[in-house]
């Protein structure tokens, strides 16, 4: 321990302002952030357009004066007469 001998300690240089970004760190950073906006406008966009598919069906079917079950029984009827006919 006696023949430990230290210096001065140096100084820390201080850190360098930020720079600009070079053109790929831009980049990425535009793609990053165009990708975080798709993914919040698909959570938004997806419920409304399954929503607006299901109101549309509703609403042929109300059209026409019926209801899916209705249709789905005539189906089935359809597809009993034609497997007799085979």
């Known amino acids: 321990m006696s023949d430990l001998h ?10 360098a302002p930020p720079s600009k970004p070079t053109r790929r760190e831009e980049r990425r950073r535009r793609r990053t952030r165009r990708h ?17 598919i299901y109101w549309g069906i509703n609403a042929g079917f109300d059209a026409l004066g019926t209801t899916p079950g209705t249709v ?3 189906l ?5 007469m034609m497997e007799k006919r085979a």
């Not at 230290?6 to 850190?15: A, K, M, N, R």
């Not at 975080?36 to 607006?52: Q, S, T």
């Not at 089935?76 to 009993?80: A, F, L, N, T, W």
């Open 6 to 15: 230290e210096g001065p300690l140096t100084p820390v240089s201080t850190p």
């Open 36 to 52: 975080r906006g798709e993914e919040i406008l698909g959570w938004i966009l997806v419920p409304i357009i399954v929503y607006g």
């Open 72 to 74: 789905w029984d005539q």
């Open 76 to 80: 089935m009827q359809v597809k009993q």
